[in-house]
């Protein structure tokens, strides 16, 4: 699939400000992947797809996680949540997109999962720091990712979780996951400090 049929695909789905979010991750995915060594048109593409079920009805998002092969226990979590899993399913179901690093870059970038290749890792951070992101923390995150992209993931992770039990709301299990594995990985378990 070439960029500009991504586009045509993703672009009635999305919002003018949600579509301009969407084309800035495109562009800080390219950056990332050609400074990281992952293959550009492939994340492009990723990235192009991400928020493609963003303003799905809710029930038609329930539906699709209830009759395809996701955990069902998104259902329980906030449904913010669901649009990734989700739209990992309607681009290969609607679109024809089996490739495996998309669909996963697709489905985590929401959550976050345990063991996230650098494929993931771009997507998830792309999405995080793209210039139009300004919450608190973001800077550092953003300059983290010029050289250390588990790093920058491991601060976007901790953020996330921090920001999410300060308004007392629940964490996806695979957030935490993803979170413990990088903190384990990065430094043995023992805590990351001074970044
Ligand atoms: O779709 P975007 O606005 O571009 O960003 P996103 O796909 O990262 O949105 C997911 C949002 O969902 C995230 O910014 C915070 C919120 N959220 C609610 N519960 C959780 C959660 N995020 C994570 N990672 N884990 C949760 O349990
Ligand atoms: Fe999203
Ligand atoms: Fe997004």
């Known amino acids: 699939m070439k ?4 586009i045509d695909i993703v672009r009635p ?3 003018q400000n949600r579509f301009e979010h969407t084309l800035r991750v ?26 493609y ?32 899993p989700v739209a990992s399913v309607i681009i290969e179901k609607d679109h024809g997109i089996t490739d495996a690093d998309i669909k996963n870059a697709v489905r985590f970038h929401t959550t976050g999962r345990a063991g996230m290749s650098k494929f993931e890792t771009i997507l998830f ?8 992101r300004s919450f608190p923390g973001v800077e550092d995150v953003r300059r983290k990712a010029h050289t250390d992209l588990y790093s920058a993931l491991w601060m976007a992770l901790r953020n996330t979780i921090q920001f ?26 023992n805590g990351i400090h001074g970044q």
């Open 3 to 6: 960029t500009d049929e991504a």
């Open 13 to 15: 789905h999305l919002k």
């Open 26 to 51: 495109a562009e800080t995915a390219v950056d990332l992947a050609e400074n990281f060594g992952e293959p550009v048109e492939k994340i492009k593409l990723a990235a192009i797809l991400h928020d």
């Open 53 to 84: 079920a963003k303003y799905f009805p809710l029930e038609k998002m329930a539906q699709i996680i209830k009759d395809n092969d996701l955990p069902q226990d998104l259902l329980s979590y906030h449904h913010e949540l669901w649009h990734g």
């Open 125 to 132: 951070i792309a999405d995080y720091i793209e210039p139009g």
């Open 164 to 189: 999410l039990v300060g308004k007392d709301s629940t964490v996806y299990p695979d957030t935490f996951y993803a979170y413990n594995d990088l903190t384990i990985r990065l430094n043995g378990g």
